[in-house]
């Protein structure tokens, strides 16, 4: 049997004691470790949430940018071209033909105008929309009928008289593109302020007249009679008769007036461009109603 002494039984207690010591050190440092990770997480949950949140977002909009939906192919951007891959000269010739208002209507012919490659229509062409006129059979038969019929109208269309401006009537004029009996009616009075026109070009300064009007009014008139013009004396009346004048306005009548006084009468058109602010554009169309 084995004897202990009190050495023995010493050393054995400060042992337990060691092995109880560092037990409970091992569970204190996890209990501590357990506890910061606890807090931390708590801490930042907010931001990692956030953030999971924005990595989801990216992921969706990655996806969305390399996603094709179905589009027309007449209406490529340079931006578009670019992304799918198009050359420079690829898409300006595409962008011609929209210029003459034209549009290719099937794959083949977007390939044969572009000159895209057969793998490009391969991984594009897919996606092309074209109108439902364009693709559907019917639809298109009817625009073609459509079509014929209005060249068919077009070459049957009379042959325009030209007429005299200074004797028209409103029903001639309102046979004109984009006149109507407004318009009509303000051609004429604008007409009858001058005792006639002496330019076919005082059309354009009337106002509310289009350039499209404008170029079908010198297709269907002209200046064939001068008419009874009513003549103004620039160097006798006064600014509020001169300031009647179609052409004046206060502030040219009262610059004409001046004129007058601090250089005499007016006698020509080169004495006319001497008045400040006078309208030098509509100057040999003005000169024709004035008596020096």
Excluded: C
Aim: net charge positive; hydrophobic share 40%; proline share 2%.
């Amino acid at each position: 049997m084995l004897k202990f002494s009190k050495g023995h039984y010493f050393g054995i207690a400060i042992l337990l004691a060691l092995i109880g010591l560092m037990q409970l050190s091992f569970y204190w440092f996890n209990k501590e470790s357990s506890s910061d990770e606890v807090k931390l997480s708590s801490s930042e949950k907010k931001w990692l949430l956030q953030q999971n949140n924005v990595d989801s977002i990216k992921e969706v909009n990655k996806e969305n940018a390399n996603k094709i939906y179905p589009f027309n192919p007449n209406f490529i951007t340079d931006y578009k071209g670019y992304k799918l891959g198009m050359t420079i000269e690829q898409i300006d010739r595409l962008h011609n033909l929209r210029k003459q208002n034209k549009y290719v209507n099937s794959k083949a012919e977007f390939q044969k105008l572009t000159g895209v490659s057969n793998d490009w229509m391969k991984k594009y062409a897919i996606y092309f929309k074209f109108p439902d006129w364009v693709t559907n059979k019917t639809a298109n038969k009817f625009q073609s009928n459509f079509e014929n019929k209005y060249k068919k109208f077009e070459k049957k269309e009379t042959k325009i008289v030209v007429q005299d401006i200074n004797t028209t009537n409103q029903v001639e004029l309102e046979k004109v593109y984009m006149i109507g009996e407004k318009l009509a009616l303000k051609i004429i009075a604008e007409r009858e302020k001058f005792g006639g026109f002496v330019n076919m070009e005082q059309l354009g300064f009337i106002w509310g007249i289009s350039p499209e009007a404008i170029a079908d009014l010198n297709k269907r008139f002209q200046i064939k009679s001068a008419g009874i013009l009513k003549r103004i004396k620039i160097n006798e009346l006064p600014i509020k008769e001169l300031q009647q004048f179609p052409y004046f306005n206060y502030y040219i009548a009262k610059n004409i007036v001046t004129y007058r006084s601090m250089n005499g009468e007016i006698k020509n058109i080169d004495d006319l461009t001497k008045i400040k602010q006078f309208p030098v554009e509509k100057l040999k169309i003005i000169a024709v109603y004035l008596e020096f």
